[in-house]
């Protein structure tokens, strides 16, 4: 298993960083809130961890350890694969996940791009007792304001990881500007914004605007 990779950010792009590992870059999946705090050129550490499909090696990356045990443990709940799993990471600290399951938050999950309410009763009930409890008092009460509010702010979220990507705050800001009817309609259908989707598509608006 590779336990975490260490070196210089070589590119990044909406859903994965390049970092370089003794001449090798090395693709790996991470959040928006990963992400976001990556910068080209600048010496990067994430944890990771390896899925193995018979026609795939995926790397997944994080950025501490108790990241990545949480993407493992939620996969020990059945329908939750790697990608899910992720998913639930970019939406919810891991101590909002932990918060989330021990109180029975529906809501909290919900707010997950693919989990619907009959989905979120079911993970309640297979990962109870399975995450623990949040770290500590600090982790307890920022897991409590992230179920009580959701996820951050989407427009904080992809401001940030356009910024990580190497865009001028200002282009950052007129990209979130031009999704922002997109991320209103998603908001009022569904209670919450898809960070990724919207990174694409911010992307797709400054690709158009060069």
């Known amino acids: 298993m590779i336990a975490f990779v260490s070196g210089q950010v070589a590119a990044l792009a909406p859903t994965t960083a390049v970092i370089e590992v ?70 919810h600290s891991p101590d909002g996940l932990r918060l989330a399951v021990s109180t029975g938050d529906e809501k909290a ?47 904080e979220q992809l401001q940030a990881a356009l910024i990580g990507l190497g865009y001028a705050p200002r282009d950052a800001e007129e990209a979130v500007a031009a999704v922002t009817p997109q991320a209103e309609a998603a908001l009022a259908e569904s209670g919450s914004a898809p960070v990724p989707q919207l990174l694409r598509a911010a992307l797709q608006s400054l690709n158009r605007a060069r």
Request: glycine letters at 14%; hydrophobic letters at 40%; proline letters at 5%.
């Open 22 to 91: 003794g001449g090798v870059g090395m693709a790996v999946q991470c959040t928006p809130n990963t992400l976001a705090h990556l910068k080209i050129g600048q010496d990067a550490k994430l944890a990771t961890s390896l899925v193995v499909r018979e026609d795939s090696l995926t790397l997944y990356g994080f950025a501490d350890d108790d990241e990545r045990q949480v993407f493992e443990l939620l996969q020990t709940a059945s329908g939750v694969g790697p990608r899910l799993a992720q998913a639930m990471l970019g939406a």
């Open 109 to 155: 999950l919900t707010a997950v791009p693919g989990i619907g309410k009959k989905g979120a009763q079911k993970l309640l009930l297979e990962l109870k007792g399975k995450l623990g409890t949040p770290l500590g008092t600090s982790g307890l009460v920022g897991a409590q304001r992230a179920v009580a509010t959701g996820p951050a702010p989407w427009s």
